[in-house]
């Protein structure tokens, strides 16, 4: 079976995991990082728990940006979100990955970022597990690119809506998610 056009012959793999493992649909509404409400919870950590299952979504990714053009050094975002899929993207890659704190980090290099130390024209791939409004990764995009290096492209493994792809096309970036909600099945977070 071939892929459909603009996805990894991966695809389908990881999107099994997505959806079988990382989406849950509850009775009760629960509140998302946006302050939304919603049934739908995405647990995109526990769908790549393993090794085998961080693997297939890693290559998913890693062959989605060759698909796109997103040519990088480096993958990484906002920790906890991001950190399993740009360590899985590393890995299957070859290419280096960070960490962008929360928090400044108050001793030793006093740095917010973690992992191979990005350069002036680096380039970087940004990663997240679930994004709703790519509010998080907008605060990893403006650290990486306060130390000069610069952003090839944001691609989370789900994106519940059309806002953080609006936020990044208005930063020129390109933005594709692994896995959307119109794949999933599920309502998108409103731009509120």
């Not at 769908?47 to 890693?58: F, H």
């Not at 480096?74 to 962008?100: E, I, N, R």
């Not at 130390?117 to 597990?129: A, C, F, K, M, S």
């Not at 492209?153 to 990044?168: E, H, L, S, T, Y």
Request: proline share 4%; hydrophobic share 45%; charged share 25%.
């Amino acid at each position: 079976m071939s892929a459909a056009p603009g996805r990894p012959a991966t695809w389908q793999a990881a999107f099994d995991l997505i959806a079988t493992r990382g989406h849950e649909r509850r009775e009760e509404p629960f509140k998302l990082a946006s302050g939304q409400l919603s049934h739908d919870y995405i647990d995109g950590k526990f769908a790549i728990d393993t090794g085998e299952r961080l693997t297939v979504v890693s290559r998913a990714v890693a062959e989605l940006a060759e698909l796109h053009g997103i040519d990088f050094d480096a993958v990484g975002g906002l920790t906890m979100g991001a950190d399993p899929l740009a360590h899985g993207v590393a890995m299957v890659t070859g290419k280096a990955w960070f960490s962008v704190r929360k928090e400044q980090k108050q001793r030793g290099r006093e740095q917010w970022i973690e992992g191979t130390r990005l350069q002036p024209g680096t380039r970087v791939l940004l990663v997240d597990d679930v994004i709703s409004t790519g509010g998080s990764t907008e605060i990893a995009f403006d650290r990486v690119t306060a130390v000069g290096a610069v952003v090839a492209g944001v691609i989370p493994m789900v994106d519940r809506g059309d806002i953080a792809a609006k936020r990044f096309a208005a930063r020129d970036v390109p933005f594709v998610a692994l896995v959307t909600y119109r794949d999933l099945g599920i309502e998108p977070v409103q731009d509120v």
